[in-house]
């Protein structure tokens, strides 16, 4: 089993900037790239950004141009900084891992395992 903890949500003011942080624990040998996902109130999940261990990155193109996935593989953890946030960019935010998987996938049914979630809120 793997274990995702996040961190950093909070509130910021539209224009601002907030840093996610997510650290694996556990069997942590059979997970090739992590992903962000988010899901707002009312809405469903949406994939935001992933990052493979390579350093291979994919994002979702609301994000492009703000967002920048990174990782440090020697903590097995990705870091999402998140730069001119927008009220619509409200949501909880979830890190996630697939298992044995090697290439990017976007859909959340790729994923197994999940962090328990990190609320940011965007006021404007």
């Known amino acids: 089993q793997v274990q995702l903890v996040e961190s950093g949500g909070g509130l910021v003011q539209a224009g601002g900037s907030l840093r996610l942080s997510c650290a694996a624990s556990g069997r942590t040998s059979s997970i090739y790239f992590m992903a962000w996902f988010r899901q707002a109130p009312g809405k469903e999940r949406e994939f935001v950004a992933a990052?493979?261990?390579?350093?291979?990155?994919l994002y979702a193109d609301s994000v492009k141009g703000r967002f920048s996935i990174s990782r440090d593989y020697a903590k097995i953890s990705v870091y999402l900084q998140m730069n001119s946030l927008k009220p619509e960019d409200t949501a909880v935010y979830y890190c996630a891992a697939p298992d044995g998987r090697d290439t990017i996938a976007t859909g959340g049914n790729a994923y197994d395992y999940w962090g328990q979630g990190t609320q940011v809120t965007v006021s404007s």
């Open positions: 990052i493979s261990w390579s350093g291979m990155a």
